[in-house]
């Protein structure tokens, strides 16, 4: 079963600050998965990616494969981003693929 | 396109107490998931169902907890009877596919508390 490490696990940033989560995963995999959890138990996946980096509005996300880490980017942050950030890595279990969740990290971004 | 659907939202108990959640995932997902995500932790996986059976229900306390996906579409998942260890989120998600090759999408959960 694959660890998945994630740092920091609480992150606090002035608004408008770029902001970096950082993921690291003990065996190789196909692809990596970036969540965001809101207060209130909601989960939204932002990326799956495989190799190289995604972009979507002001979050990038990247990974390199060789050395098992991948990056989340927020560039000018703002309070309606702050929520918990997982990152997800697939194992082969019982014969089926499933996820292995780090444990998240914690961003609060202040006005 | 409507998203995964859980109720109820929030549920409070007493130990020894039963409680059942239910998940109506997207439509035409074959892929369903249920975890437990304790407080400060990251989700973990409970049951996986493809269509209507079982893939992997290995981290699943059989003692206490079951689930079932009927006709391949709606699940439910029941803990009888429930502990003060598990109080959490229970989080029902969906997938086409594999996991490694398709998103996930997740419901809003139902926040659980034991007391």
């Known amino acids: 079963k694959n660890e998945v490490e994630q740092s920091p696990q609480n992150l606090t940033a002035q608004e408008g600050e770029f902001i970096t989560i950082n993921c690291s995963y003990s065996v190789g995999i196909s692809a990596l998965h970036w969540l965001q959890q809101h207060p209130g138990g909601g989960i939204v996946s932002l990326f799956m990616l495989s190799s190289g980096k995604k972009k979507h509005g002001r979050l990038i996300a990247t990974i390199n494969i060789q050395e098992k880490h991948s990056s989340l980017h927020i560039t000018a942050s703002h309070p309606r981003d702050s929520a918990v950030y997982i990152c997800?890595?697939?194992?082969?279990?019982?014969?089926?693929?499933?996820?292995?969740f780090g444990k998240g990290t914690k961003l609060s971004v202040i006005p | 396109e409507a998203g995964v659907a859980q109720s109820p939202r929030y549920k409070i108990i007493e130990k020894r107490q039963s409680v059942a959640f239910w998940c109506n995932p997207i439509s035409g997902h074959a892929t369903l998931y249920w975890y437990q995500q304790i407080l400060g932790q990251g989700p973990k996986l409970l049951i996986q169902f493809q269509n209507n059976g079982v893939v992997d229900d290995s981290q699943l306390p059989k003692d206490r907890f079951s689930a079932e996906r009927l006709k391949g579409v709606d699940s439910t998942l029941k803990i009888q009877p429930a502990k003060l260890e598990d109080s959490a989120v229970y989080l029902c998600a969906s997938s086409s596919t594999a996991p490694f090759t398709d998103t996930q999408y997740f419901g809003p959960g139902t926040r659980l508390t034991v007391l």
């Open positions: 997800a890595v697939p194992y082969s279990g019982a014969g089926s693929y499933q996820l292995t």
